[in-house]
């Protein structure tokens, strides 16, 4: 019903930059809240930042002032643009969404299967 694609990610230098996208297709009524989680080899799965409908965000301390997420709800896309990277910003990232597929219905939680980022010392 919901699928995620996520896009972007790639190999780069320390102190570079990447920008991910978040594509949202399938049926459903409306995306509430979007979001960036990453994972790390040997780690849990974390969040990076997060964004409401109304465009109020939150973001992880390790990432704060480094990256900035961002959304168009026409487009039904999240972004996450990411600066002065760090090779410990190296992770699998994944997009999430809050969908409710019906109107007046629950709200679920949806993931893509996540794009590599690599950031080399």
């Known amino acids: 019903q919901v699928q995620l694609v996520e896009s972007g990610g790639g190999l780069v230098q320390a102190g570079g930059s990447l920008r991910l996208s978040c594509a949202a297709s399938?049926?459903?009524?409306?995306?509430?809240?979007m979001g960036w989680y990453r994972q790390a080899p040997g780690k849990q799965r974390e969040l990076v930042a997060t964004i409401t409908r109304d465009g109020n965000t939150n973001y992880a301390d390790a990432v704060k002032g480094r990256f900035t997420i961002s959304r168009d709800n026409a487009k039904k896309m999240v972004y996450l643009q990411m600066n002065s990277l760090k090779p410990e910003d190296t992770a699998v990232y994944y997009c999430?969404?809050?969908?409710?597929?019906?109107?007046?219905?629950?709200?679920?939680?949806?993931w893509g299967e996540g794009t590599l980022v690599t950031v080399s010392s």
């Open positions: 999430a969404a809050d969908v409710m597929v019906v109107s007046g219905t629950y709200v679920a939680r949806y």
């Open positions: 399938g049926r459903f009524f409306s995306i509430n809240a």
